[in-house]
C-alpha cells in the first residue's frame, strides 16, 4: 500500500519540508499533499507528483476527508489551530507532526493518542525542535559518563548572511511567521538561574539580553524565551542550578525592538483609529506624549534618552517610521500595522541568504571537576524560498515522518523529541544534510 | 404590595448603600435583603429589618430563587460576574443596577431588557458614576447656553485623608477592592488629545501621568483610565478636541508604582514556584536581574536608576519590601503576593479616614471666547467602614433605586446614568447627603 503524508499549511517554513518528501517520495513509493487555505499557495510548493488541495480547517467536513485519507499529518499552519487538526487526527487515528509548542489543549490529547496507538509529536522543527533533540544528545552523553549538569543555557535565531543586505543595521529580516516575529516574547519568560527562579515581564524582556560571544560568528544578544521551567522535567535536569532558553539577536537589536515594546507598537489587542490616513510618522506619534517635544523625532529621543545619530535611531530610521509615507492599511491592530510597516524593508529579496545560529552551553561536575562545553549550529540560506529557517524547521519533520512511516519510532501520544529513538537518527541525517551542531569543549582560564 | 430590594455582594463599598436603603425602607415599607459568598459578611452589614443570605452567583438555582423575590437587583460582586447575575434578571423580568463599568456581554443585553421593560443601569457609582452625572450636567448646561465643548479631562481618585496616616509616604490605601487596585491599568489607555488620538500602554502608563493642581487640596498625578473615546459618543461630543479621563493619586505615588508595573510584580497569569518559603525581600528579588548588583537594593537602584534615599525607595521600604519577614500565602500569582505584602500595611485602621477627589476640567467656546470650568469635589470618610469610598460608590446606586421603584426613571434597556432624567434627581440628593461638585471658571491670564 502506498503511504500518504498530507502537509497543511504553504507557508515560509514548509518549502524545504516538502521538497525533501518529495525526493523521498520517490524512493519509497509515497504520496505526498499539500493543502493550505489559498490552493495557489498549496500549488506553488507543491513539486513532483505531489498533489495541491485547498485546505481550511473551519471546512471540518472538507478537512476530516483530506486527513482520513493520510497516514501521517504535518501541519504548519498557524500553532493556535494545531488543537483542531489533532482532534480530527484522534478521529481518523492519523497521526500527527507539528513544530510548534504542546499546548494544554494538545497535551490533554495524550491519553486517546496512546490508547489509539498515534504518534502526536511536536515541538519537532528548529526552536523547539533541533534545540530538544541536541541537547538531549549532549544530555545523555554527560549522564552517560558519570557527569552532573549544572547549567544549561540555549538560544537560537533565525538572522541573515553577513554578506546579505549590508547596510540593513537590524541584520534582520523576516524568514518566518512575521507576525509571530512581531509578538514574540509577549507574556512573561521563566527561568532558572543559579537555583533562583527568575520571572521578565514583556516590559524588561528587550532590557534584560545575555551576550553571547560565539567564536568564529560574532557578538549576539539573547533574550529569554517563553517559560524555561518545564524542559527542567521534560529533559529530567531535577535539581540543575540554571535552566535558561533563548532567542538570539545580533548585537543592537533588543534596545531597538525595546523602542516597539514600550510605545505599545506590539499590541494585537485593539484595532487603531483613522488607519487609512495615517503615515509612518502618525504611527509613531500616537504613542508619544504630546508635551514631549516638538517633532516626533525630539518627542523619541527624550521620553527614550536617546542619541539622535545612537544606534536605535539608526534602525527606526533605515525602517522608515520618520517617513510621510502612508502605511497602506485600511485598518488595524498597533502589531499588525508595525508588521506592515517592518516588512516594507524586511521582505527577504532574491538574493538574501539567511542565518540560523543556535548555540547551546553545558556546565557539569565529572569526577569533581567542573566542565563546559559549548554547541554551535549554523545554517545559512540557499536563497529566499529554500532558507535555512526553512531546512532547520522542515527536515526534523520530515525524517521524524519517514522513520514514522518506517515503524522506526515506536513512541506514541503527545510527545516532543527528547528520546534517543527520535533525536538519534534525526540529527543523524540532519547532519548528512549539512546540518550540524559542533561541540568545544572550553576550559576555564 | 411591598417593594423589595436585593444587595448581591457586602465588600468594602457596600457599607453605605446598605444603611441608606435601610433607612430609606422605613420610609417607603421596603424590604432589603443582603447577599453575598459569606453569609457573615452579608449579616455584618444588614442592619435593622434587612435580610441577610448566602449568595453564590455559581449555585443558579439558589441566585434565581434569590432574585426572584426582589424587585431590584443592586450587584456589588466582581463585575465579570454580573453577566450572570444579569441573565438571571432578564428571565426573571427583575431590574439590575451596577457600579461597574459595561462589557460587551452587558451590552448585549440591550435589546432583551427593553423587551422586557427593564432598566438594567451601570456605571452609577463613583467612578464611573458621579463623574458620568457631573460631566453631563455641565456639557448639558455648556451646549444649552450655545457654547460649543473643545476639551473634557476628569480625574477621580480614593486616596486617603491628610490628617489620616501621617507617615504613610503613599498617601495611599486600600478603600475597594484590593485586586482591582492592583491591576489597575492592565491593557491600553486610549484617549483624544488635542484632536489626536492617543495610546498608552500599560508600560507606560504610570510613567504618562498628568499634573493636576487643586486649589486648596494640593498636587496630584492623573493616569489615564481605560477607554476614554467611547465615551466621545455616549456624552454627544462629536468633534471634540480632547477626551480624558483618568485616575487621580497625590504627587510620587506613579514612579513608586511604576516599579512594580517594570517588575511584573501586577502580573496575574500565572503561580510563583516557592512562595511559602518566600520573604518580601525574595519577593522582589526574583523579579531583578541576578547580575545587576550585590543586593537587593543595589540591583533596583541600578536597573531604575534610583536614588538610596529617594521617593521610590521611601515608598517600598515603609511598605516593607526590604523586610526579611515571610509573605505569609502558601502559594499565588505576583499580583497575589503584591496585594497581600501591601495589605499588611495599606488595611485601613480604625481611625483611619479616606477621602474622595473628583475633578473635571472643561474648556469651551461661547460667543467667540474660549472659557474654561473646573469642578471639584472632595468627600470625607467617616471611619474604616463608612468611607467616602463606600459613600460616593454606594448612595447614587442606592438613589437610582429608590428613583426606579417610584416610577420616575422610565428608561430601560443596558444604560449608564448621562441622561437628565436619572443625574438629575441623583445628583440632586447627593447634594443634601455632602456630596457634591463646586464649580469654578478659570479666567485665562
Redesign the interface.
Known amino acids: 500500500m502506498v503511504s500518504s503524508i498530507l502537509v497543511l499549511g504553504a507557508g515560509r517554513s514548509s518549502s524545504s519540508l516538502i521538497s525533501y518528501l518529495e525526493e523521498e517520495s520517490q524512493k519509497f513509493n509515497w504520496s505526498v499533499t499539500v493543502g493550505d487555505v489559498s490552493f495557489a499557495a498549496a500549488r506553488s510548493l507543491a513539486v513532483g507528483n505531489d498533489k495541491a488541495i485547498q485546505f481550511d480547517i473551519r471546512d471540518v467536513e472538507n478537512s476530516r476527508k483530506a486527513i482520513r485519507s493520510a497516514d501521517v499529518v504535518i501541519s504548519m499552519i498557524p500553532a493556535h489551530l494545531h488543537v483542531q487538526v489533532a482532534a480530527l487526527c484522534l478521529q481518523e487515528k492519523k497521526h500527527l507532526l507539528t513544530a510548534s509548542y504542546v499546548s494544554d489543549e494538545m497535551k490533554s490529547f495524550d491519553d486517546q493518542a496512546r490508547e489509539k496507538n498515534l504518534l502526536f509529536l511536536n515541538e519537532c522543527g528548529l526552536d523547539p525542535g533541533i534545540d530538544h533533540m541536541s541537547a538531549m544528545k549532549m544530555i545523555d552523553i554527560i549522564k552517560e559518563e558519570g557527569g552532573v549538569l549544572h547549567s544549561f543555557e540555549s538560544f537560537t535565531g533565525g538572522l541573515i548572511a553577513p554578506e546579505t543586505d549590508r547596510e540593513n543595521p537590524w541584520r534582520y529580516k523576516f524568514t518566518w511567521n512575521p507576525r509571530n516575529v512581531v509578538m514574540a516574547g509577549q507574556?512573561?519568560s521563566?527561568f532558572l538561574?543559579?537555583g533562583?527562579?527568575?520571572?521578565?515581564?514583556?516590559?524588561?524582556l528587550f532590557k534584560?539580553f545575555t551576550p553571547i560571544s560565539i567564536p568564529e560568528y560574532g557578538e549576539y544578544e539573547g533574550y529569554a524565551n517563553r517559560d524555561s521551567?518545564k524542559y527542567i522535567e521534560t529533559y529530567g535536569l531535577h535539581g540543575i542550578q540554571t535552566m535558561l532558553r533563548g532567542t538570539l539577536r545580533f548585537n543592537g537589536f533588543c534596545a531597538a525592538w525595546d523602542i516597539f515594546?514600550?510605545?505599545?507598537c506590539t499590541?494585537d489587542?485593539?484595532a487603531?483609529?483613522?488607519v487609512g490616513r495615517m503615515t509612518h510618522r502618525d504611527f509613531i506619534?500616537?504613542?508619544l506624549?504630546?508635551n514631549s517635544g516638538k517633532s516626533l523625532e525630539e518627542k523619541l529621543l527624550r521620553q527614550f534618552h536617546l542619541q539622535p545619530d545612537g544606534p536605535e535611531m539608526q534602525r527606526l530610521t533605515w525602517s522608515g517610521f520618520f517617513e510621510k509615507e502612508k502605511i497602506g492599511l485600511p485598518q488595524g491592530t498597533?502589531a499588525q500595522i508595525l508588521e506592515h510597516i517592518l516588512n516594507k524593508k524586511w521582505n527577504l529579496h532574491p538574493d538574501d541568504k539567511d542565518l540560523v545560529v543556535m548555540w547551546h552551553r553545558f556546565v557539569y561536575e565529572k569526577k569533581g571537576k567542573e566542565k563546559e562545553i559549548q554547541s554551535t549550529l549554523v545554517a545559512r540560506g540557499e536563497n529566499r524560498v529554500h532558507t535555512a529557517m526553512a531546512k532547520t524547521v522542515g527536515f526534523p519533520l520530515a525524517i521524524a515522518a519517514k522513520l514514522l512511516l518506517q515503524g522506526k519510532i515506536k513512541e506514541r501520544g503527545v510527545v516532543i523529541p527528547t528520546m534517543k529513538e527520535i533525536y538519534q537518527p534525526v540529527l543523524q541525517e540532519l547532519k548528512s544534510l549539512g546540518i550540524e551542531l559542533r561541540e568545544r569543549e572550553v576550559v576555564a582560564n
Chains 1, 2 share one sequence.
Open positions: 507574556g512573561t521563566k538561574q543559579e533562583q527562579y527568575k520571572y521578565i515581564p514583556y516590559q524588561q534584560r521551567l515594546v514600550q510605545l505599545g499590541d489587542s485593539y487603531m483609529e483613522g506619534d500616537t504613542f506624549d504630546r498597533p
